[in-house]
């Protein structure tokens, strides 16, 4: 009769071992999304620190920053005119031109916009009321590399056309 106690007993601290494990399991839970959310905001945190130390670098952060290769002037206020909004024909980007420089010469736009779209800055499309512009992907892929939203080489889920 013995062995027939061990048994009994052997399954009772079995049965006991389980349902600690059980227990150990549901109160490890929070801390395993604990763990997830301070991974989350050690990423922000990052992200923060890494545009601080660009806004210092360079004293402000714009779209040209991601496009080194661009140095015209008007050039660039066109890539930035975009990024404020995309799919914008020559009018309203030379309206968003003046508004930000003055001045504005629609064929000067229609340039530079040429220039910009054999570089790959900027794409455009035929639209019902004529062409409209908007960055390109990859620019779009570039800047968010410089703001460190993804990292280099990554491609990213950015929709790069709705600016």
Do not use: C
């Not at 062995?3 to 059980?22: F, T």
Request: aromatic share 4%.
């Amino acid at each position: 009769m013995p062995e027939d106690e061990e048994k009994v007993d052997l399954e009772a601290l079995a049965s006991r071992m389980g349902q600690l494990e059980q227990a150990m399991d549901r109160l490890s839970q929070p801390y395993a999304q604990l763990v997830g959310y301070l991974d989350r905001l050690q990423e922000i945190s990052r992200s923060y620190f890494r545009l601080l130390d660009l806004l210092q670098r360079y004293g402000s952060l714009s779209p040209e920053m991601a496009i080194p290769e661009i140095k015209d002037p008007i050039s660039r206020d066109i890539v930035r005119v975009l990024f404020e909004k995309g799919g914008r024909n020559i009018s309203q980007i030379a309206a968003g031109l003046r508004a930000r420089r003055g001045t504005a010469s629609r064929r000067i736009v229609r340039e530079r916009l040429m220039l910009l779209e054999e570089k790959g800055v900027v794409v455009s499309s035929r639209e019902s009321r004529g062409r409209v512009y908007d960055v390109s992907d990859e620019t779009v892929r570039r800047w968010s590399q410089v703001l460190g939203l993804i990292a280099p080489g990554s491609e990213g889920e950015e929709e790069g056309k709705s600016h």
